[in-house]
């Protein structure tokens, strides 16, 4: 099972928000209730030049689950070590996937905010094993597709985060169907808007609402806080792109 555990680890090596652990219990309790001789847990863990091991992780969500979560031995569930010290895991490296692929008969995604990565535990590996969401990740897809096809309106997107890159597109496919575009972080800097003012992303019919504050921005002031508010009171449909460096300021 790919699960994303890839969470905000603190200065003191506390987990600052176990949201993601905690919304992957449902499904492996349901398949070790449904007869599962093993669980074999996947996952990474910050950037691969940090090395850091899920060793913590699986100590910390064993307590959540209530069983054992055995690192690198043999118990009813085991994880891994962080997927990105192999580096076939970001590459898709058909010859990783499958070695991932025989620690199973079946293999289960429910690692819904890494189902964007073309790697080796997200794509690869369903060419090896009978491959199936897991409850969150289709609850995740269902909530989507009902926002997608039918949102109810005003409809306001927030977003921010640092990966510029990823999220030029995603304003692109939004604003066709969103009333207004919130952006904050690095996405409302001048040199990430001058993107979008080139051109190079098409801005449907979206109103797009800039933080007022002027220069390098990381975050919105208060100023920005009362117009980005008032927008989202207004709305009936809300969708919030956030990172997990944003979630653990929350």
């Known amino acids: 099972m790919r699960v994303d555990w890839n969470v905000t680890i603190g200065k003191a090596l506390q987990i600052v928000d176990d ?25 990474h ?21 209530g069983e054992e979560i055995s690192f690198g031995e043999e118990s009813r569930v085991m994880m891994l070590e962080n997927l990105r010290l192999n580096a076939g895991e970001d590459k898709n490296d058909s010859e990783f996937a499958k070695q991932l692929a025989q620690y199973g008969d079946v293999y289960v995604n429910e690692a819904f905010g890494e189902c964007h990565r073309e790697s080796a535990s997200i794509v690869g590996i369903t060419k090896y094993l009978p491959s199936y969401a897991g409850l969150w990740l ?38 066709e169907q969103a009333d207004t575009i919130l ?34 921005l990381l975050d919105i002031g208060e100023e920005t806080q009362k117009l980005f508010a008032g ?10 792109n956030i990172s997990n460096r944003d979630r653990s300021n929350l």
């Open 183 to 216: 952006l904050g972080g690095k996405l409302a800097n001048p040199s990430s808007l001058s993107e979008l003012r080139r051109g190079t992303v098409s801005m449907g019919k979206a109103r797009i609402l800039t933080p007022l504050e002027k220069g390098e």
């Open 19 to 43: 949201t993601r652990i905690v919304r992957t219990l449902p499904t492996i309790k349901w398949v070790l209730g449904h007869d599962a001789k093993q669980v074999i847990l996947m996952s």
């Open 138 to 175: 289709r609850e995740e897809v269902e909530t989507i597709l009902k926002v997608r096809e039918n949102p109810e309106h005003p409809y306001v997107v927030v977003m921010g985060g640092a990966k510029v890159e990823d999220k030029i597109k995603l304003i692109e496919v939004l604003s």
């Open 231 to 240: 927008e989202i009171a207004k709305a009936k449909t809300v969708v919030w």
């Open 45 to 65: 863990l910050g950037k691969a030049e940090e090395r850091r091991s899920l060793r913590p992780i699986s100590e910390y969500a064993s307590k959540l689950l």
